[in-house]
């Protein structure tokens, strides 16, 4: 079929559904002079009165009903096609790349994946673990996972946890070979897992308060560790104290696996930030992750 043939359908039908070329015309987006002009066409072409006309109404003759029954299925159809492309092409689609620490994964996307991936199909999530300070610009990352307090000031940060609390830990059995610390201070006589920070290579110091005023332990240990998942399951074989998220060891604590101790001192930091560059043209799919993870009070997510 012609283009032009196709128009002259498309217009046959619309004037026989409304029953009127004042009202078709509108639905078209043309003139009724130029509608009336279309079906005058198709009729010569054809041989047939498809409409009769009177001052009143428009009416299909029984030629034009004909071709009614016999075109309108193949034009609802092509509607409906259109409808369901369009709304795969609205469907954000795309690979999105983030780099996060380890915990993170537990405490943020882990529960969240899930029901986001089922109504996303086409959006591929790829998280990356590393503790460190990533730049995420030089290793063409969409984004990354950091506490509120360490993003940069040059990043755009979107709040995707509520705030994160640490404890220190350690199993009954360690307990019961080892004295149990009363103070920050304290650790310094205990076998602790230490943390290796990737950006500067050094040891992470656990950070405590007491009456607003905040200091870090540095501690020892036969054991260090990259990530804090290892360090939570040294703790729960027995090895050393760790000091970890609240949340991340909140289980293994009730079901008494593991203790925390001096939980008086223990600090609350600002939740987990999404923090990427401040750019313009964000894919579809990322600017659809980054909503669908930002963090809404009273939500608890």
Not at 52 to 61: E, G, Q
Request: charged share 25%; net charge negative.
């Amino acid at each position: 079929m012609r283009r032009d043939e196709f128009t002259e359908m498309r217009a046959f039908l619309e004037v026989a559904r409304e029953r009127s070329f004042t009202r078709a015309a509108v639905k078209l987006g043309v003139t009724r002079s130029a509608l009336s002009h279309t079906i005058r066409a198709l009729e010569e072409r054809l041989g047939v009165r498809l409409l009769a006309r009177t001052t009143r109404d428009v009416a299909p003759t029984a030629m034009g009903e004909r071709l009614v029954q016999s075109i309108e299925h193949h034009f609802e159809g092509i509607s409906a096609e259109i409808t369901a492309l369009k709304a795969l092409s609205d469907k954000p689609s795309g690979h999105v790349r983030i780099v996060c620490p380890d915990d993170a994964i537990e405490l943020v996307f882990r529960d969240r994946l899930k029901p986001f991936l089922r109504e996303y199909t086409d959006i591929q999530v790829e998280l990356i673990v590393d503790n460190g300070f990533t730049n995420i610009v030089e290793r063409q990352y969409d984004a990354g996972v950091r506490l509120g307090e360490a993003i940069a000031r040059d990043m755009v940060a979107v709040r995707i946890g509520p705030d994160v609390s640490y404890s220190v830990v350690g199993s009954p059995e360690y307990f019961e070979r080892y004295p149990v610390p009363e103070s920050p201070q304290d650790l310094t006589t205990h076998n602790c897992v230490n943390l290796r920070l990737p950006t500067s290579g050094g040891l992470y110091a656990w950070e405590f308060q007491e009456y607003g005023r905040e200091f870090s332990v540095r501690v020892d240990g036969q054991l260090v560790y990259s990530n804090i998942g290892s360090a939570v399951d040294a703790a729960l074989d027995g090895m050393g104290i760790a000091y970890a998220p609240t949340d991340l060891i909140r289980g293994y604590v009730n079901d008494g696996h593991l203790r925390e101790v001096i939980k008086d001192w223990c600090p609350t930091f600002q939740g987990y930030h999404l923090y990427y560059p401040n750019k313009r043209n964000h894919s579809p799919a990322f600017s659809t992750f980054v909503d669908a993870f930002r963090f809404r009070l009273g939500t608890g997510y």
